[in-house]
C-alpha cells in the first residue's frame, strides 16, 4: 500500500467539500479541512480548522498549524465557494466584494501560501472548483460567473507557474447539483439548466469525485491547466 497523501480541501465543513474528505480518508488518506464553521466530521485521521480563506491573516495561521505538523503537502483542493443570485442591478457590492474575496481571492491566497508545502511533494496537485455558470453565461450570476472565470484563468497560469515543480493545477465546473450554494435555485430553474447539457441529467457528488480523483492519480503527471465542465454544454 502506498503511503496517505496529505490532502487540504477548504470548504469542508458540508456539500462537496464534504464528500471528498470522507472519500479521501475512505480511501486512507491524512485529510485537513477548513471552513469559516466548525465541522462534525471526526476521524483519526482527519483534523478541521476555521479559516476564512478570503483573508490573509487567517489562511497565513493556518499554513503555520500546518508547517508544524507536516513537512510537505501533495493536494489542495480549493473547493470553498460563495454565491449570491443577482441581477446586477440588484446585486449589493458588499456581497459581490464577498464572492469575489472568496472565489477569487481566497484560491489566491490558499495556493500562494500552500506552493511552498506543495514543492516538497512528489507529486503535488491543485484542484480548483469553477462553475458552469461561465461557459453559459447564466443571467443573475454575472459577479459569481465573474469570480470563477477568474479562478480558471488564474488555474490556467499556476498550471505553468508551477509546472516546473513537478505540481499540477486543474479545475473542476460541476453542472447542476444540489449543494448549499444551490440551495436558492428553484427546481424549475435547476430543470433549465440541465436542458442546456449534452448529457440531460443532474450530477452527483460521486460524478464531482471521480474527476478529482483522476486529476490526483499520478498516471495524471502531463494533465495540467485543465477545465472540465460536468454534463457538456448543449
Known amino acids: 500500500m502506498s503511503d496517505p497523501r496529505h490532502?487540504?480541501?477548504?470548504?469542508?465543513?458540508?456539500?462537496?467539500?464534504?464528500?471528498?474528505?470522507?472519500?479521501?480518508?475512505?480511501?486512507?488518506?491524512l485529510v485537513f479541512g477548513c471552513s469559516r464553521g466548525a465541522s462534525d466530521l471526526v476521524h483519526?485521521?482527519?483534523?478541521?480548522?476555521?479559516?476564512?480563506?478570503?483573508?490573509?491573516?487567517?489562511?497565513?495561521?493556518?499554513f503555520k498549524e500546518l508547517r508544524g505538523r507536516i513537512g510537505a503537502l501533495d493536494v489542495l483542493i480549493n473547493n470553498a465557494g460563495?454565491?449570491?443570485?443577482?441581477?446586477?442591478?440588484?446585486?449589493?457590492?458588499?456581497?459581490?466584494?464577498?464572492?469575489?474575496?472568496?472565489?477569487?481571492?481566497?484560491?489566491?491566497?490558499?495556493?500562494?501560501?500552500?506552493?511552498?508545502?506543495?514543492?516538497?511533494?512528489?507529486?503535488g496537485r491543485i484542484?480548483?472548483?469553477?462553475?458552469?455558470?461561465?461557459?453559459?453565461?447564466?443571467?443573475?450570476?454575472?459577479?459569481?460567473?465573474?469570480?470563477?472565470?477568474?479562478?480558471?484563468?488564474?488555474?490556467?497560469?499556476?498550471a505553468r507557474e508551477l509546472g516546473p515543480f513537478g505540481i499540477t493545477c486543474n479545475a473542476i465546473g460541476p453542472s447542476a447539483i444540489k449543494t448549499r450554494l444551490t440551495q436558492g435555485v428553484s427546481d424549475k430553474q435547476m430543470q433549465a439548466l440541465i436542458d442546456?447539457?449534452?448529457?440531460?441529467?443532474?450530477?452527483?457528488?460521486?460524478?464531482?469525485?471521480?474527476?478529482?480523483?483522476?486529476?490526483l492519480r499520478p498516471e495524471s503527471q502531463l494533465v495540467t491547466g485543465q477545465v472540465i465542465y460536468l454534463g457538456g454544454i448543449g
Open 127 to 158: 484542484v480548483n472548483v469553477t462553475t458552469v455558470a461561465v461557459p453559459l453565461r447564466l443571467e443573475g450570476e454575472a459577479v459569481y460567473a465573474a469570480s470563477k472565470s477568474g479562478v480558471e484563468t488564474f488555474t490556467r497560469i499556476t
Open 196 to 215: 442546456r447539457q449534452a448529457i440531460r441529467r443532474g450530477a452527483e457528488v460521486s460524478d464531482v469525485v471521480n474527476v478529482v480523483d483522476f486529476f
Open 44 to 62: 483519526d485521521r482527519y483534523a478541521h480548522f476555521s479559516v476564512d480563506v478570503g483573508d490573509e491573516d487567517s489562511v497565513d495561521a493556518l
Open 82 to 123: 460563495a454565491a449570491s443570485m443577482n441581477p446586477i442591478v440588484l446585486m449589493p457590492a458588499k456581497k459581490a466584494r464577498e464572492v469575489i474575496e472568496i472565489n477569487l481571492l481566497g484560491t489566491f491566497l490558499m495556493t500562494h501560501a500552500a506552493a511552498r508545502l506543495l514543492r516538497k511533494s512528489s507529486a
Open 7 to 29: 490532502i487540504l480541501i477548504t470548504g469542508a465543513s458540508r456539500g462537496i467539500g464534504r464528500a471528498l474528505a470522507c472519500h479521501y480518508l475512505a480511501a486512507g488518506d
